[in-house]
């Protein structure tokens, strides 16, 4: 179990070739004992962006403030605060800050390796019921 404020988990930037100006904060990780997923918080700077690129998870993104510019190979779409965006496994994409102040999102990704499972799902009498 985790149970921390967001300022408490340590804001790193994201080295990634093609990154400017954008930060990460692993909220919650594997090495939080999370068997499946992570959930990071971006905080892109003004004029920012992470990098242009693609792989073969989804992301599941929740805009907490700002104004930003989601780009894809199917082109660009403006997104700000509580807007949810969905980005489909392999394709082309990065996220824009195009506002003046921090842009922050939510993106919840699956763990490459993710952790065998010790026990059943108790809310589910036994089997995972993919709510």
């Not at 990780?29 to 962006?49: C, H, I, L, T, Y």
């Not at 690129?53 to 199917?74: F, N």
């Not at 779409?77 to 394709?91: H, K, L, R, T």
């Amino acid at each position: 179990m985790k149970l921390v404020h967001f300022d408490e988990v340590a804001l790193e930037p994201v080295y990634a070739e093609g990154a400017e100006g954008a930060n990460i904060r692993w909220l919650i990780a594997q090495k939080d004992g999370a068997p499946n997923f992570a959930m990071r918080m971006f905080e892109v700077d003004p004029g920012g962006f992470t990098p242009y690129h693609k792989h073969a998870w989804e992301h599941e993104i929740y805009c907490l403030e700002g104004q930003g510019m989601l780009v894809t190979d199917r082109g660009e779409q403006s997104f700000g605060a509580n807007d949810i965006i969905y980005v489909d496994p392999e394709m082309m994409h990065n996220f824009k800050n195009v506002g003046t102040t921090v842009l922050k999102f939510l993106c919840l990704i699956p763990h490459e390796e993710p952790v065998k499972k010790k026990t059943l799902n108790p809310f589910a009498a036994g089997k995972a019921n993919n709510c």
